[in-house]
């Protein structure tokens, strides 16, 4: 129980750190304690926003690969790996992975929003217009 206890408050910490933009700091404890729980999801998906807010894409893309192939039904990873893939300028597969995020859960609104957004640079308004609806 008390493993539980330390667990959850460096959980807290990184939280924290990640709320507060300290990317860095959030990568260093997540990887540390990632070696207690190995293949974590959170802490992995964590690290993986860390990374782009950072600026270091493909480090998210194979963070969230990683997660993906690990539990391809994590669709907070699919999501965010669909946004990291748009922020690689990868738009066209970005796509196909949000669509794919909507096929199983046609009311994830974080897909929805992001396809919308996508629809609107391509100009497909129809589609952008039914995201939002949806939505």
């Known amino acids: 129980m ?3 206890r330390k667990i959850q408050e460096q ?3 990184i939280k924290n750190s990640y709320i507060a933009q300290n990317y860095s700091e959030t990568i260093s404890k997540s990887k540390k304690l990632l070696k207690q729980l ?3 999801n959170y802490l992995m998906n ?3 926003l860390s990374y782009n807010g950072l600026g270091e894409h493909m480090n998210a893309k194979k963070i969230f690969s990683k997660i993906l192939n690990i539990n ?3 669709l907070d990873a699919k999501n965010n790996y669909a946004t990291t893939l748009k922020y690689l300028g990868e738009i066209d597969e970005a796509e196909k992975t949000f669509e ?3 096929d199983e859960d ?3 609104i974080h897909a929805l929003n ?3 957004n996508i629809k609107r640079d391509k100009k497909k308004m129809k589609k952008q217009f039914y995201c939002i609806k949806k939505l």
Request: net charge positive; hydrophobic share 40%; aromatic share 0%.
């Open 38 to 40: 190995p293949n974590n």
């Open 100 to 102: 794919s995020i909507i």
């Open 11 to 13: 959980l807290n910490i």
């Open 46 to 48: 964590i690290i993986g």
């Open 72 to 74: 391809p039904n994590n």
């Open 114 to 116: 992001n396809l919308a």
């Open 2 to 4: 008390l493993l539980n």
């Open 106 to 108: 046609q009311r994830n």
